[in-house]
């Protein structure tokens, strides 16, 4: 076998390397008699296991990317339904203190209370209980006149003792006296929840508050005009 001119080199390893038109190129000696040949230069290229391995690594960094994704996401909903949760009881609670329970004055202080008002309805009518003390267990259970429900966007969808099919929020709320001044003073309370959570809580009194609830609580005491 013929090999084209050039320099030629011998390693430590009995192998030969032969310089010519700028390329090296390596001559192996592994068996006697049997010469191979393999160009080494700057253009080799990957073997089939690099590929593939490269492959494996590019799938495992996009699953970890597809899984941050879902995290992030759950983690923005969640957030959404907590502030727009605590918007609602904000804003039934405005509807609670702006209802009569106050003094007035007719030459002495006589105490004028609310107690027909509905807030269930929207917009509020007449023919409901106002600031009447609330039957126990309105924060529990879906009790007519102290509960009301709300869309996605808490939008008014109904009342009563169930919750219809378009409802996402159920807002509920508790009047009681304050037991040291029974007379002049409220607690009010308001919980929004959610009707998926609302089937995992327990019915426990108090009731606890879930993940995602919002609650609400203030004392309202009479004043003078």
């Known amino acids: 076998m013929q090999m084209a001119p050039g320099r030629f080199s011998e390693n430590l390893r009995g192998s030969t390397v032969a310089m010519h038109d700028g390329m090296r190129t390596k001559i192996h000696r592994r068996t006697l008699g049997v010469i191979h040949i393999r160009g080494v230069g700057s253009d080799d290229g990957l073997t089939l296991i690099e590929v593939c391995v490269g492959m494996v690594v590019l799938s495992i960094a996009a699953l970890g990317s597809a899984g941050l994704s879902d995290v ?118 308001v919980l929004v929840t959610t009707v998926v959570r609302d089937r995992q809580a327990s019915p426990i009194s108090p009731r606890r508050r879930l993940a995602g609830d919002a609650m609400v609580v203030t004392v309202l005491t009479r004043k003078a005009d």
């Open 72 to 189: 992030a996401l759950n983690m923005v909903t969640a957030a959404r339904i907590q502030t727009t949760a605590t918007v609602l009881a904000a804003q039934k609670m405005e509807q609670l203190r702006a209802l009569a329970w106050r003094f007035v004055d007719t030459g002495a202080l006589v105490p004028m209370t609310d107690t027909a008002t509905d807030l269930s309805r929207d917009p509020m009518t007449g023919g409901g209980a106002g600031l009447s003390a609330s039957p126990g267990g309105t924060l529990l259970t879906n009790t007519a006149g102290y509960v009301d429900y709300l869309d996605k966007h808490g939008m008014w969808t109904g009342n009563g003792g169930s919750a219809p099919a378009s409802a996402v929020f159920i807002r509920r709320w508790n009047i009681a006296r304050l037991p040291w001044s029974p007379s002049d003073s409220l607690v009010l309370r």
